[in-house]
């Protein structure tokens, strides 16, 4: 019973953790404005690789990710960490950026306008998974104790591929109703949200440097000496 409510904790993390980051609402004028002048059908192609190539690239620094910490000898704490700074980066940035107008233009959308095929670059990469979300999804290998843990992480990468895909879908009404004010707002709540879950990394990996063995022998040792 422990391990299936363990299972379905890993999910909604995942979820949690993810959705605020990639922010398919924020992201609608930004996907428009990369897709524009393409048919209806041809946009939805562009979302719907967009999608699988994301949960492609995320699925492969979850299980990539101790092969990546063994080689460069990264410890979780450390990990949690970097991963808690960077996350906490792009949370504050959100938060004191300032208003965005959805009518300017600016070299990065022109150029993937200009591109042919955008679902891997820009809209996979880094739109949708960007580094916050490879740090975050690098960072829930730590949390993960067998497969059935790792399974339930995928299941949480392809709800938040699926919850983006439909949002997106309907980016052109969401924008609609939405419209400038809106879209600048929720962008600063998901700001504050992404801060939250980046200090939380940090405070995380400060617990766990505090709480190693070999610190506390280390700390009762020195103390023992004087």
């Known amino acids: 019973m422990l391990s299936v409510s363990h299972f379905w904790q890993l999910i909604l993390g995942t979820v949690i953790a993810l959705l605020p980051l990639i922010n398919p609402l924020a992201s609608a004028p930004t996907f428009l ?12 192609q562009q979302l719907r690789m967009a999608c699988v190539y994301t949960v492609a690239i995320l699925v492969s620094f979850l299980l990539g990710g101790t092969f990546i910490m063994k080689f460069f000898g990264l410890s ?15 949370g504050s940035g959100m938060l004191l950026a300032p208003p965005r107008d959805l009518e300017s233009e600016d070299p990065a959308r022109a150029a993937a306008r200009a591109k042919r095929d955008v679902s891997f670059s820009p809209l996979a990469m ?52 939405i419209g400038v004010n809106g879209m600048n707002a929720l962008s600063k709540v998901m700001g504050f949200i992404i801060l939250c879950i980046g200090i939380q990394f940090v405070v995380n990996g400060v617990l766990g440097i505090v709480q190693d063995p070999a610190v506390i022998h280390a700390i009762r040792d020195a103390a023992l000496a004087k």
Do not use: K
Not at 154 to 166: C, D, E, K, N, W
């Open 33 to 44: 404005a990369i897709t524009e002048g393409d048919s209806h059908e041809r946009r939805m």
């Open 126 to 177: 880094p739109m949708m998974s960007g580094p916050g979300s490879i740090a975050v999804t690098i960072g829930f290998t730590s949390l993960s104790t067998g497969w059935v843990d790792y399974v339930a992480i995928i299941v949480g990468i392809l709800v938040v591929a699926a919850i983006t895909y439909f949002v997106l879908r309907l980016s052109e009404q969401i924008v609609g109703v």
């Open 76 to 90: 979780i704490p450390g990990l949690r960490i970097a991963g808690g700074l960077l996350v906490s980066g792009i």
